[in-house]
């Protein structure tokens, strides 16, 4: 689909060129460890320095809208930035890691797992454990009332069971 088409072949394969660490997450990644569903943007964690933030979205511009400059203030100041594939539209939230110690072991904790079958492609996945800690972190932060959110938690919980290191 539409996911897998812009965001293996182009972002990622850019990231692991550039050596630049980085981890899916959100609902694409709960689609992977739960129960799959729609979404039209992507949430990517990078370690990324403000230089290197900047020649990724040179790297990738033609394929996606991206702006240099943004992305090297959002490094800077470890936010977030936009990439946009122009071809279908879709949009990869690019979250710059974070110094807090829950993000520094998330990070640490994310492993390889299939995203896409032909050709057979591996992408760096949030683990199932703390995609379910973030979407609680979303839900709470959201007043308790994104059934999106919420459906996340429980897809991920219900398709991982007793897989998931509950500790």
């Not at 933030?53 to 936009?82: C, I, M, T, V, W």
């Not at 807090?100 to 640490?108: G, K, W």
């Amino acid at each position: 689909d539409d996911l897998d088409r812009c965001l293996p072949d182009t972002a990622i394969e850019t990231l692991e060129a550039m050596g630049v660490p980085y981890h899916l997450g959100g609902s694409y990644a709960s689609s992977v460890h739960g129960i799959h569903r729609q979404t039209q943007d992507i949430d990517l964690v990078a370690d990324l320095a403000p230089e290197t933030a900047a020649a990724l979205a040179r790297q990738l511009a033609g394929e996606f809208y991206a702006d240099p400059e943004s992305a090297r203030q959002a490094a800077r100041d470890k936010r977030s930035f936009n990439l946009i594939h122009l071809d279908s539209g879709i949009k990869v939230d690019v979250f710059i890691l974070g110094d807090a110690p829950f993000d520094q072991e998330e990070f640490r904790r994310h492993r390889p797992e299939r995203v896409q079958d032909e050709p057979e492609r591996l992408a760096y996945i949030k683990s199932a454990e703390d995609i379910v800690l973030r979407k609680l972190q979303w839900y709470r932060m959201g007043g308790e009332v994104s059934d999106r959110q919420w459906a996340d938690v429980v897809g991920v919980a219900r398709t991982q069971g007793e897989r998931l290191d509950r500790e």
